[in-house]
């Protein structure tokens, strides 16, 4: 086998929480992942030396900092029999979103290694290295619904969301998530998710709960540092989502709409400059059955 190439999923959080501030700086969260349809994809072709990184878009490295290059090289230390790579890069997931784009990006380089070497590796040990690389690395290795705990590395898997089809809107600015968790100690947190709620809405398959339950606290310090962000949420709720919320630290709004018809009619009315626009939605486990190709 010369080349694979994976799908490199993003992610939306339907309920987000924060507990408190750990002792390593980073937060305690409680929070459920739903990974989507929309990806990147990742393609890595074997080489005898090195580490190269080719990307679409400009404004990314392509350097040892980057995601994808930065997993490949975590596991060219452990395993001598990677002699070297050459990582294609097509990235479709907008940057900076709160989306998971480069945890995303690294989860599939380490799948895809995995596979082209035939290391052998479980999903747990996966997952212990994609937390080195970050706290939404071990969600993207296997992204259907779950719930994450710890800093965001601890995965129990949950019974799968019922199908859900959304609108992703993203303004023509990205946020830090570092600088959001950060500004959090500068806002009140008025209303937190239920998780209770949320986790029997899933175990009956009522989306009107789920909906009901679901909310994402990081939306109180990436609005206070982004107000207009509030009036874009109601805009989409006065346009007809059923739910409407920010996506992780953001800055994406992501609108839950009946069906594909209805997200793509929304889709078609936001029609301001700059901004991203991406008609999704849920994965299903089938979704991952197709996720890896293998070119002999
Ligand atoms: C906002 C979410 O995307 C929701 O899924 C995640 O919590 C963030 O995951 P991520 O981007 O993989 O985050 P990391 O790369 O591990 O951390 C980026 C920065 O976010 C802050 N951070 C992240 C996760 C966490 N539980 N507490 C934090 O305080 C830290 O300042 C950290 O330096
Ligand atoms: N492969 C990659 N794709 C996107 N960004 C990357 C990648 N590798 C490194 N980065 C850096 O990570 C920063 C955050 O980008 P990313 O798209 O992962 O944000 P995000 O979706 O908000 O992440 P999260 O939801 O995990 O907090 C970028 O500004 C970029 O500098």
Redesign the pocket.
Known sequence: MQQVSVKGYA?I?LT?D?LG??DD?????A?I?QGIELHDLITLEKRQTGITLEINVPELSSGPDNLAYRAATLLQKDFPDIAGVHIKLTKEIPVAA?L?G??TDAAAVLLGLNRLYDMGLSLDDLRTYGARL????P?CLHPLTGL?TG??EMIRELPPCPPLWLVLVKPPFGVS??E???HLKEVIIKERPSLKRALAALETGDLGLLYQSMANV?EYATFDLYPELRDWLEELRDLGAKKAMMS??GPTLIAFMENESEAKELASCWIKPGWQVVVTRSLGPRDLDRRIVVDE
């Open positions: 992610k959080n987000l924060v501030k750990r700086g980073y937060h305690e969260v929070m992942m709160g998971a480069g945890s970050g706290s939404d690395v969600f994450a800093r965001g998530t570092k959001v968790y950060g990081l992780g630290s």
